[in-house]
């Protein structure tokens, strides 16, 4: 059975291209730099948001209207494989992502659960076989059923910590047998409301103890994919463990696990937490800790996680920078954990909101490379830096100087001259690299 009967396989025609079906500036072939565009962009489907999600919100039920939906239990499950199948391919798309109860409905006990999930990776699995996407990564749903109330990994229950960690045992297995190249850790959770009612010490211990099992239990069954924490602040608990880069950065720390885990950074999830997507990006950079994104933008007037598909070009050139940056995504990928909106309830949608997010950061590539080419940053980096190339500056960052000789530096100064900053020009300059993009040239 076709789900999206009314469509075809979509092509890159150019950005002159009136199809609103088709590419405009993603072009999977197209050598930037030393890859192509396929390769650097690794574009991953969210199976959630795709084909499970009805549209609700707190003020209204679900509008979406999806052909596998008349189906029930095990048939609806089977139907979105063959619906996922059908959008892949359809969409060119290398790789695609999904949470455990996405692909597979739970049953009345963890039995029945493992049982209906073991029915659905087969058929994936078999569906893999034929087909060029791969899955990114997967992970397991603990946040949405009500046992999770008070957590997970750093629940307050002995009961939700076993269930919490069996669940992660067969999301391992099956990431396993599906050949992930990542799993992620998604806290949900994995927080507090407050501390009056709360032992902090004991949930994170408890927590750095889960990950530590986790990472003993993948390496005793022989699954190798890169681990991935994904930082999400505010929501659903007020103050969550994982609530940015740099806390989950001092978390693998302080329990040592920064050797067995990256970030997995989404841009919404970075304007939570006061940051900007590449802030997020950058820390993890800096750090060697960026392993995969989560490809969204939030909207500036909502404060909480609307998850839209990208089509902001000057966030999606300054992602683009960061990862370039990195030296690409390595095993990780940009998965489109984004939804329609709400009024954008057909089939159709799906796939359009998919192709204006890639072409989004194909844009955001081609323009990323270009700054990089022509130095543009870093010449205006490097510049307001100078002063720590030499002199005094140099002795600073080569560590040969102490209080005693800075002091006696500044004690010599008559003034102190300043250089500008030169924002305005630096944003000027990347516009003017956009709209060159836009022009072809």
């Known amino acids: ?28 072939e197209e050598k930037i730099g030393e890859k192509t565009m396929e ?3 690794r574009f991953g489907v969210a199976y959630w948001h795709t084909f499970t999600e009805d549209l609700s919100d707190p003020f209204g039920v679900g509008t979406a209207i999806r052909p596998w939906d008349k189906y029930e239990g095990l048939d609806l499950a089977k139907a979105r494989v063959e619906a996922a199948f059908e959008f892949f391919e359809k969409l060119g798309v290398p790789y695609f992502c999904f949470h455990d109860v996405d692909i597979a409905p739970e049953g009345s006990s963890l039995r029945e659960s493992n049982q209906n999930l073991d029915t659905i990776v087969a058929m994936i699995k078999d569906y893999m076989k034929d087909s060029k996407t791969k899955l990114l990564w997967n992970t397991v749903n603990n946040f949405s059923h009500p046992r999770f109330v008070h957590g997970a990994g750093s629940a307050n229950n002995a009961d939700v910590f076993a269930y919490a960690a069996a669940k992660v045992k067969k999301g391992l297995e099956i990431g ?61 608990t007020t103050h969550q463990y994982d609530f940015d880069v740099a806390s989950g950065y001092a978390f693998l720390q302080h329990y040592n696990l920064q050797d067995h885990f990256k ?58 920078y960061e990862i370039l940056k990195n030296g690409g995504l390595g095993r990780g990928g940009l998965n489109f954990d984004a939804k329609v909106r709400r009024g954008s309830f057909t089939p159709e949608d799906l796939m359009l909101a998919h192709i204006t997010g890639m072409d989004s950061f194909a844009v955001g590539l081609k ?18 830096y100078r002063s720590f190339n030499e002199g005094i500056g140099l002795e600073i960052v080569e560590g040969k100087t102490d209080f005693h000789k800075l ?32 022009a072809g040239e």
């Open 263 to 320: 970030f997995n950074i989404e841009a919404n999830h970075a304007t939570l937490a006061g940051h900007t997507f590449e802030h997020e990006l950058r820390y993890a950079r800096v750090n060697n800790m960026l392993g995969s994104v989560d490809a969204n933008q939030g909207h500036p007037l909502l404060g909480w996680d609307t998850d839209e598909f990208p089509s902001d070009l000057y966030s999606t050139t300054l992602a683009m």
């Open 367 to 384: 323009v990323a490379q270009k700054l990089m080419d022509d130095k543009v940053l870093d010449d205006f980096v490097e510049d307001r």
């Open 176 to 236: 396993k047998e599906l050949g992930a190249e990542n799993y992620v850790f998604w806290g949900g959770r994995e927080g507090y409301e407050t501390l009056l009612n709360t032992d902090m010490k004991l949930e994170m211990d408890n927590l750095g103890r889960f990950f530590h099992m986790a990472v003993d239990y993948a390496k005793e069954i022989g699954f190798d994919a890169q681990f991935l924490i994904e930082p999400k602040p505010k929501e659903p």
């Open 39 to 41: 390769e650097y962009l």
């Open 1 to 28: 059975m076709s789900y999206f009967n009314n469509m075809n396989q979509i092509k890159y025609e150019g950005s002159k291209s009136t199809n609103p079906y088709a590419f405009k500036f993603y072009n999977p």
């Open 407 to 438: 002091e006696e530096h500044a004690l010599g100064l008559t003034e102190i001259n300043h250089q500008s900053g030169r924002l305005e020009l630096i944003k000027a300059t990347i516009n003017q690299y956009l709209l060159r993009a836009y």
